[in-house]
């Protein structure tokens, strides 16, 4: 019992322990993690991209080497939520002028 206890705190802590600070970094564990297509790593993948897209403006503001390692390392996963926050042209335009200021273009 004690063990499912705590298995269930350590899972809520998961969820409901999202910052501005980790949220990127938990978007990427829960997206490597879930090639099982394992519904907590699923749940978690969901949370943490409502909780990156509600919250961009701060992200980036306040912890915007995150934003940098999901640009550089999982181009793909932050183009989805590039597409899902601003819409198609936004997020062409957005990774369009980041590209050209770091001269990767």
């Given at each position: 019992y004690q063990?499912?206890?705590?298995?269930n705190?350590c899972v809520?802590?998961?969820?409901?322990?999202?910052?501005v600070?980790?949220?990127?970094?938990?978007?990427?564990?829960?997206?490597?993690?879930?090639?099982?297509?394992?519904?907590m790593?699923d749940k978690?993948?969901r949370k943490t991209?409502?909780y990156?897209?509600?919250?961009?403006?701060e992200?980036?503001c306040?912890?915007r080497?995150s934003l940098?390692?999901?640009d550089?390392e999982?181009l793909?996963?932050?183009?989805?939520?590039?597409l899902?926050k601003?819409?198609?042209?936004?997020a062409?335009?957005a990774?369009?002028?980041k590209?050209?200021?770091n001269?990767?273009?």
């Open positions: 063990v499912e206890r705590l298995h705190y809520h802590q998961i969820y409901n322990g999202i910052t600070q980790n949220a990127v970094m938990r978007l990427v564990q829960a997206h490597t993690a879930n090639i099982g297509e394992n519904p790593w978690l993948k991209v409502k990156v897209m509600h919250n961009f403006e992200i980036r306040n912890a080497e940098e390692l999901l550089h999982y793909g996963l932050f183009k989805q939520m590039l899902k601003f819409g198609a042209y936004g062409e335009d990774v369009g002028r590209r050209k200021k001269g990767s273009e």
